[in-house]
T-cell receptor
């Protein structure tokens, strides 16, 4: 079946450090891939997405590239800020056998950035 | 744009009572809404898919008589937890899409505590 696996957290970084949160997936066909962010006390917000292989999603300094050969969609940011502290979820929307729009989430990775 | 609200944000109830949670798309029409459940420090689990004007589709293992979903209009879906028990205590999150296969916009969630 379809699934998403994220690196376990929490991830603790100093401000301006480089961030990588690993995400790999299992799916048949060509799913769409997403990163969502959940700030404390708030709902999930779409951070970025990619809908086909080699696409790069980017937003607010975050980037992720859809790598079909490694079935990965790792999230990166060159210089994190304290305000980036949140829980990050990787998710996929399967296209096979049909595109139902349903999202399958990874377990979430908590990022804490210290000043 | 694409704002989704939930009401209430917090609810505490006694065991055996029923609780209704509302999910509204404030600035767009949502043909499809999704209901998720999130346990502490865990991922989101899809409970059901709600399409306007039709019966909800429940994921395997979710009791449809326990979690009643109604999507009566293009801007409102409700989740009623019937005869709630302490094990139903959780964070319930809805999302909405215009067509069901586009980006999901999430509400801020409703925290339910059953005593």
């Amino acid at each position: 079946g379809n699934s998403v696996t994220q690196m376990e957290g929490p991830v603790t970084l100093s401000e301006e450090a480089f961030l990588t949160i690993n995400c790999t997936y299992t799916a048949t066909g060509y799913p769409s891939l997403f990163w969502y962010v959940q700030y404390p006390g708030e709902g999930l917000q779409l951070l970025l997405k990619a809908t086909k292989a080699d696409d790069k999603g980017s937003n607010k300094g975050f980037e992720a590239t859809y790598r079909k050969e490694t079935t990965s969609f790792h999230l990166e940011k060159g210089s994190v800020q304290v305000s980036d502290s949140a829980v990050y979820f990787c998710a996929l929307s399967a296209s096979y056998p049909s595109n139902t729009g349903k999202l399958i989430f990874g377990q979430g990775t908590t990022l804490q950035v210290k000043p | 744009g694409a704002v989704v609200s939930q009401h209430p944000s917090w609810v505490i109830c006694k065991s055996g009572t029923s609780v209704k949670i509302e999910c509204r798309s404030l600035d767009f029409q949502a043909t499809t809404m999704f209901w998720y459940r999130q346990f502490p420090k865990q991922s989101l689990m899809l409970m059901a898919t709600s399409n306007e004007g039709s019966k909800a589709t429940y994921e395997q293992g979710v009791e449809k008589d326990k979690f009643l979903i109604n999507h009566a209009s293009l801007t409102l879906s409700t989740l009623t937890v019937t005869s709630a028990h302490p094990e139903d205590s959780s964070f319930y999150i809805c999302s909405a899409t215009r067509t069901g296969k586009e980006t999901q916009y999430f509400g801020p969630g409703t925290r339910l505590l059953v005593l």
